[in-house]
């Protein structure tokens, strides 16, 4: 569970129980209704904080997903002022929101911009929503990682700064409620996924390095 989660989750779990306790002294569906309703949603908000520990591929050359969630498209992209390969993965309220490195290597740049709230799942979101871009430079070269809120996600969390050293799937941030990530890599890089496909953060494979390839 991410710290985060139980500032939002232990208040309902409070406020459920003051209301069953109500509930006893003056006996009435209405306040055991209530408390049931802030149980429930507690528990909806302490599963969206959910942080599961992952098997991280080994291996010279592999990149990994940086979130959980359905890759909704892989196009080629100017970023940066160069040609660069980007994955889309759309995080719904019930993936896991903690996002990870998908190379080692050195966080180089960080660069948080406002922006609007359209859907995470429409192309625009990348260039006019709320985000947080970091580079690591590592083996694979310059990687970019795009951290995007969408209509529910209204905070985005970074936990790095400039000159830290990550490894391959290690926790970096997350994104509240739920959102988007895209990842930038070099036309070098061969992609292992594809539009509709399913992955989680720090364990499944989305590209090689060619240099590394056998």
Do not use: C
């Not at 209405?30 to 408390?35: G, K, M, P, R």
């Not at 529910?152 to 391959?168: Q, T, Y």
């Not at 996924?193 to 989680?200: F, I, L, N, P, R």
């Amino acid at each position: 569970m991410v710290k985060e989660g139980y500032w939002y989750g232990l208040p309902l779990l409070l406020v459920g129980g003051g209301l069953l306790g109500l509930g006893f002294l003056w006996p009435g569906k209405f306040l055991f209704f209530a408390a049931a309703f802030f149980f429930i949603l507690a528990l909806l908000v302490l599963n969206f904080f959910r942080d599961p520990d992952r098997l991280i591929p080994t291996g010279a050359g592999v990149l990994v997903s940086p979130a959980d969630g359905r890759v909704v498209e892989v196009r080629e992209v100017e970023e940066g002022g160069r040609s660069r390969q980007r994955i889309s993965i759309f995080m719904s309220p019930f993936n896991v929101h903690v996002n990870r490195s998908p190379v080692a290597g050195t966080i180089q740049s960080v660069v948080y911009q406002k922006g609007s709230f359209r859907m995470a799942s429409e192309p625009r979101a990348s260039v006019e929503n709320e985000r947080n871009t970091f580079t690591v430079g590592g083996e694979a070269g310059e990687v970019l990682v795009r951290q995007i809120a969408g209509v529910l996600a209204r905070r985005i969390v970074f936990w790095k700064n400039i000159g830290d050293h990550v490894e391959r799937g290690e926790r970096i941030g997350m994104i509240k409620f739920g959102s988007r990530v895209d990842v930038f890599v070099s036309p070098e890089v061969t992609l292992r996924v594809k539009v509709g496909d399913h992955v989680k953060a720090g364990s499944t494979v989305i590209g090689t390095s060619r240099s590394n390839e056998s």
